[in-house]
């Protein structure tokens, strides 16, 4: 159910040319996020507008297994991982109240 899907956006900024390295590492320690038994999926998007910026979003069941994660060992450990290439950025968080497939996505 779409309503009870919590999901985190975080935004992003890398280091100028660190871009292709750090897209790398994401995808070699992404596991520590999907393979949680809370998490719903995860994805990396790179900004068509400003260099450098990139978008993560993942999806939990709900909020308080996403906050487990967060304080986890796993989660610091992935963290830790990507830190180097980050010069700054910002997590937003919220509840998914609706989704609509669109004529080209997925057959219902």
Same mark, same amino acid.
């Not at 159910?1 to 292709?20: C, N, W």
């Given at each position: 159910?779409?309503?009870?899907?919590?999901?985190?956006?975080?935004?992003?900024?890398?280091?100028?040319?660190?871009?292709?390295? =750090? %897209?790398?590492?994401? $995808?070699?320690?992404?596991?520590?996020?999907?393979? !949680? #038994?809370?998490?719903? +999926?995860?994805?990396?998007?790179?900004?068509?507008?400003?260099?450098?910026?990139?978008?993560?979003?993942?999806?939990?069941?709900?909020?308080?297994?996403?906050?487990? =994660? %967060?304080?986890?060992? $796993?989660?610091?450990?992935?963290?830790?991982?990507? !830190? #180097?290439?980050?010069? +700054?950025?910002?997590?937003?968080?919220?509840?998914?109240?609706?989704?609509?497939?669109?004529?080209?996505?997925?057959?219902?």
């Amino acid at each position: 159910m779409t309503d009870q899907v919590f999901r985190v956006m975080l935004r992003m900024e890398i280091r100028p040319g660190m871009e292709d390295d =750090f %897209e790398k590492v994401w $995808r070699e320690v992404g596991d520590s996020v999907t393979g !949680h #038994p809370a998490n719903l +999926g995860q994805w990396l998007s790179r900004s068509a507008e400003e260099n450098g910026i990139y978008y993560i979003v993942s999806d939990w069941l709900d909020e308080p297994r996403f906050r487990a =994660f %967060e304080t986890s060992d $796993r989660h610091l450990e992935h963290r830790k991982k990507l !830190h #180097p290439y980050r010069s +700054g950025g910002s997590m937003t968080t919220m509840h998914v109240v609706a989704a609509l497939a669109g004529a080209a996505g997925p057959a219902r």
